[in-house]
């Protein structure tokens, strides 16, 4: 990056079952909170990017962009909006595109968002929806879904190396109790693995409890340059790298179904360009859009070796308190998972963390790595985050 980015301001609404609310009262909520946490006025904006997977078919809505700019009292000012989609990675593509914006100099002050509104719709058209971002020809027309081929991974996982279903379990049941002290969850429950392993089967192996919501919600960070950042708070929190990859669309064509290459190609860029390595990570939080996500995660950003993440989850090293905590705000399966918000929602939960002032606190936090996946695999972002201490 040409210029060093921090983040200082952000903002996000709660996740959940919003019927009350519309697609655009969400954005702009979770935008004015960034906002105001950062100190700056909506004539300061230079360019928004927004994350959004799939408003055409959850509200009948497309050029969402211009729709937020104009809804957020932009427009007339021409400041540039740009929607960025990349199935349920467009939330962290929206952020690594408002970070490249500062970075290059093109812009002082950007807002990344993303908002998804997905409970008007019944759960066929939802699940349809949910499909647009596996290959609609290879995978869709067969019959597949994103539950079936997260289920395929999951059952290679534990045949090759003998991952439980307890361990899977353990995801579950971790994430929900960290997210017990978030109050922008959308499950704030706790919940055993008797109570997770007596769900219905969505897809064996994976049951209902292995699975993310549907949510509607928004999330918003403001982005400027690192030198100035300290003009807008006292506790910034710098971007030491923001890297993407890609991958096969298509599972049957991955090198390797156990594992996210995307995600070890992104994290292996990410980790060069910070200059840390994984056991200088201190906490994660990553794509458990299901169960086996976080188990994949932990080995592919480099916790745990390769067919040792179900264990290290199970053992209690992920948890808070734990050797590196994963999940802190209770990941996609407790905190909600509204697609196109997802991706800066965790760089949210990331920062709060870094300045001591989330729900579920990690002690001594100083460098976290976000970690946002497309589909099933074919999109990887990741970001290193840190609160300068360790720079």
Known sequence: MQRNVAVVGVGQTAFGEHWERSFRDLFVTAGVRALEDAGVGGDEI?????????AGQFIRQEHVAALIADYAGLAT?????????????????????????????????????????????????????LAGSADREWEVFGGGNVAALYALMARAHMNRYGTTRRELSQVAVKNHRHASGNEYAQYTNEVSAEVVE??????EPLRAFDCSPASDGAAAVVVVPAEDATAYVDDPVYVEATEQASDSLT????????????????????????????????????????????????????FAEKGEGGGFIDEGRASVGGETPVNPSGGLKACGHPLGATGV????????????????????GSVAVTQNVGGTGGTAVVNVLSDGGSV
Not at 110 to 122: F, N, Q, R, W
Not at 269 to 298: C, K, M, Q
Request: glycine letters at 10%; aromatic letters at 4%.
């Open 46 to 54: 230079d360019a928004m990017y927004g994350g959004n997977m799939s």
């Open 77 to 129: 000012e021409g400041v540039p909006a740009t929607r960025v989609e990349a199935a349920d990675a467009s939330g962290g593509l929206a952020f690594r595109q408002a970070v490249l914006d500062v970075a290059s100099g093109a812009s002082d002050v950007v807002v990344a968002s993303g908002v998804e509104k997905m409970t008007d719709l019944g759960s066929d058209e939802t699940n349809d929806a």
């Open 198 to 203: 007596s769900t219905p089967y969505v897809a």
């Open 251 to 302: 599972v049957h064509d991955r090198r390797d179904i156990t594992a996210l290459d995307a995600t070890s190609e992104a994290a292996e860029r990410a980790y060069a360009e910070a200059n840390f390595s994984p056991g200088d990570i201190d906490f994660a939080e990553v794509h458990d859009s299901y169960t086996i996500g976080e188990v994949l995660a932990v080995e592919d950003l480099g």
């Open 345 to 364: 929602r965790q760089v949210v939960d990331a920062t709060r963390q870094l300045r001591g002032d989330a729900g579920t606190q990690v002690e001594d």
